[in-house]
C-alpha cells in the first residue's frame, strides 16, 4: 500500500474514531465503563499505523492467488449424515404406522416395522419369534426398580440412579447369577437394561409355563420411544406389570432415563420387539443408529 494512501486512511479512521467516541461517551453508563477499563482511545491510535501496515502485508496475501487444495476426506460427515438420516427415517415412519395408544401390530403393520427397523440399525427385529408373541407391542411402559443380581446384592452395589430403589423381591426369573464370584459384565449390563413384559396374560402361560419361562428368560427385546427416536436393546428380566396399572411395559432405571422417561409420570408409550440374535451379536444398551 503506498504511503500516500496509508497516512490518508488514517487521518480518515482517527477523525471517524473520535467521532464514535463522543456519541458513545455521551452515554453515562458508557462513560463509566471507558474510564474505568485499560481499553483507550489513545492506545488504539497509538497501535492504528502499526494494525493498518499489518493490514496491508495482509491483503497482499489476499489477493495472492490460492494454491490448488487437496480434496478433503469425506469419513467424518458421512457418518454423521447417515446417523440422522438413518434415525430421522425410522422416527418419521413408526410414527405414521403405530397406533398411539395399546394395541398388537397387524401383519401389514409388522412387517413394515420389522424392514424398517432392521434396514436402518441393523437389529433383526422380530414381532412373532418362534411362533411367540406378546399380547401388545405397543403400550406404556412404567419406571422399575433395581433387582438383585446375585445373593447378597445390595442398593450400594449399583452404580447408577441409586434413588430408584431396590425391588424388596426377585425378579420373576430369579437371580441373574448364581454368586456374587460368578457376576461378569454381561449380568451387570442385563440388569442395568432390562425390561419387563406381561408374560403372565399370556394365553398358554399357564398350559406351557416350564416351556415359556425358559424361552422368555432374558430374552433380548428392542424397545424405542416413537417420539424421540430413543432405542434400547435389553432382556426380559420380569414379569408384569398388572392390568390393573394400566402399564403393558416396564422398565429398568437406565431403560427409561435413555428413553428420556424417567421424569414426571416416568410412563410414556413405547414400541417392544423381540430381537432374532441366536448368536448373540447384538449388544444389550443404547442403540446408534
Known amino acids: 500500500m503506498p504511503e500516500n494512501n496509508l497516512q490518508n486512511s488514517i487521518a480518515k479512521l482517527e477523525k471517524r474514531s473520535n467521532k464514535l467516541r463522543n456519541k458513545i461517551l455521551k452515554n453515562p453508563s458508557a462513560?463509566?465503563?471507558?474510564?474505568?477499563?485499560?481499553?483507550?482511545?489513545f492506545e488504539l491510535r497509538q497501535k492504528s499505523s502499526r494494525l493498518l501496515a499489518g493490514a496491508?502485508?495482509?491483503?497482499?496475501?489476499?489477493?495472492?492467488?490460492?494454491?490448488?487444495?487437496?480434496s478433503i476426506p469425506t469419513e467424518v460427515s458421512e457418518p454423521i449424515k447417515s446417523i440422522l438420516s438413518n434415525k430421522q427415517k425410522v422416527l418419521g415412519?413408526?410414527?405414521?404406522?403405530?397406533?398411539?395408544?395399546?394395541a398388537k401390530l397387524t401383519e401389514d403393520q409388522a412387517i413394515k416395522i420389522e424392514s424398517l427397523i432392521s434396514e436402518n440399525t441393523n437389529i433383526p427385529v422380530k414381532a412373532v419369534l418362534e411362533g411367540q408373541s406378546l399380547n401388545h407391542h405397543v403400550g406404556y411402559i412404567g419406571f422399575e426398580q433395581h433387582?438383585?443380581?446375585?445373593?447378597?446384592?445390595?442398593?450400594?452395589?449399583?452404580?447408577?440412579?441409586?434413588?430408584?430403589?431396590m425391588a424388596p423381591g426377585l425378579?420373576?426369573?430369579?437371580?441373574?447369577?448364581?454368586?456374587?464370584q460368578n457376576f461378569?459384565?454381561?449380568?451387570?449390563?442385563?440388569?442395568?437394561y432390562y425390561c419387563v413384559v406381561q408374560t403372565l396374560y399370556l394365553e398358554n402361560w399357564n398350559r406351557d409355563y416350564r416351556q415359556l419361562w425358559d424361552w422368555y428368560k432374558f430374552r433380548k427385546m428392542l424397545v424405542i420411544n416413537p417420539v424421540n427416536g430413543q432405542a434400547v436393546v435389553c432382556v426380559v428380566g420380569d414379569a408384569g406389570p398388572a392390568d390393573w396399572t394400566g402399564k403393558q411395559f416396564g422398565g429398568s432405571p437406565e431403560t427409561m432415563q435413555y428413553l428420556d422417561l424417567n421424569k414426571g409420570p416416568r410412563k410414556g408409550l413405547v414400541l417392544l420387539l423381540f430381537i432374532d440374535d441366536p448368536e448373540n451379536k447384538i449388544p444389550l444398551g443404547p442403540v446408534n443408529y
Do not use: W
Open 31 to 41: 462513560k463509566k465503563f471507558f474510564t474505568k477499563t485499560t481499553l483507550l482511545a
Open 56 to 70: 496491508g502485508l495482509v491483503g497482499s496475501l489476499l489477493a495472492m492467488p490460492m494454491p490448488p487444495m487437496a
Open 93 to 102: 415412519n413408526l410414527q405414521e404406522i403405530i397406533p398411539h395408544q395399546p
Open 147 to 165: 433387582l438383585k443380581r446375585y445373593p447378597g446384592d445390595s442398593l450400594p452395589e449399583h452404580d447408577e440412579i441409586q434413588e430408584a430403589g
Open 171 to 180: 425378579g420373576a426369573f430369579g437371580y441373574f447369577t448364581k454368586d456374587s
Open 184 to 192: 461378569s459384565t454381561k449380568i451387570y449390563l442385563q440388569e442395568k
